[in-house]
């Protein structure tokens, strides 16, 4: 799972309960004409907009609810609102979330983990991240939501935890509290995190080698500085409590095969070795 997360700084979450479809903003009942307008508008800002549902019977706030989501590398953000109206979301400045900027709606202080449960588009998905999604929301049921397809059907259950946009994969039901709660108290479980959205995924790779290697697993401890990328080979230097650090990787890339259970054509999936971490004098 090492180095999968998907690639995404900016992030519009938008209520909506469903039934999703194998493409939830083609295939979702969704009101004539938005889906186009407001992909179209996220694809042009950068922004991954997403549809979400509750998880469980947790309360709240009448209306749809929305959230803008800023996932670093700058410090992190969430906004909030709840519209009238699924509409309403066009009137929101995609443009500046893309920059990250506010949109001008509410500050929001907690977290927020969104569970893929997007059935229609990968069975495992369904299988997986539903009772995941179910057993989180019993402990953290006002932050837990159910989402469409975020990536990597084939590491279900899978869990975003914002606002910091860290991905954890293979994450059963059992471990949905321990997760988020080392979360929520400021550590990262290496053993489920497949890496931080904002970063490239080789340099989401070098962090987590360093991360496991050298035992450091604070939110903050590692903090990535910069990269270089040589054909097959990544440099990339760390900040760190113990004094900066550098990994150089081996990237392969195998033979393709399939990712997913509903895979038509074989892809290839890089796979990342740590050649050296050693700490800069």
């Not at 690639?7 to 009101?31: C, K, N, Q, T």
Request: glycine letters at 8%; hydrophobic letters at 40%.
């Amino acid at each position: 799972m090492t180095g999968t997360a998907s690639v995404v700084r900016s992030w519009l979450l938008l209520e909506h309960a469903g039934p999703w479809g194998e493409d939830a903003f083609v295939d979702a009942r969704l009101p004539a004409g938005f889906a186009a307008e407001v992909s179209a508008r996220c694809d042009a800002a950068l922004v991954r907009p997403l549809l979400i549902r509750r998880a469980g019977q947790a309360g709240g706030r009448s209306g749809v609810r929305c959230f803008a989501i800023r996932s670093g590398p700058e410090p992190p953000w969430i906004e909030t609102t709840s519209l009238e109206r699924l509409t309403d979301a066009l009137e929101l400045d995609i443009e500046a979330l893309g920059r990250g900027s506010s949109v001008g709606i509410d500050a929001h202080e907690d977290p927020v983990f969104l569970v893929c449960t997007h059935g229609r588009h990968d069975r495992c998905c369904a299988e997986r991240g539903r009772p995941l999604a179910s057993a989180l929301a019993a402990t953290y049921p006002k932050q837990t939501w159910e989402s469409s397809h975020f990536g990597g059907d084939r590491f279900a259950g899978n869990l975003i935890a914002f606002p910091h946009g860290l991905y954890f994969g293979r994450v059963a039901p059992a471990d949905a509290e321990r997760v988020v709660t080392e979360y929520t108290d400021g550590r990262l479980d290496l053993d489920h995190l497949r890496g931080r959205s904002c970063y490239p995924m080789a340099v989401q790779a070098a962090e987590l080698l360093l991360r496991t290697t050298e035992h450091l697993v604070g939110l903050d401890d590692v903090v990535f500085e910069r990269a270089s990328r040589f054909a097959s080979t990544l440099e990339a230097s760390f900040r760190t409590p113990r004094g900066p650090f550098e990994v150089v990787l081996d990237i392969d890339e195998p033979d393709p095969h399939f990712l997913t259970c509903r895979s038509e054509t074989e892809q290839p999936a890089p796979r990342y070795r740590a050649a050296s971490i050693s700490r800069i004098d």
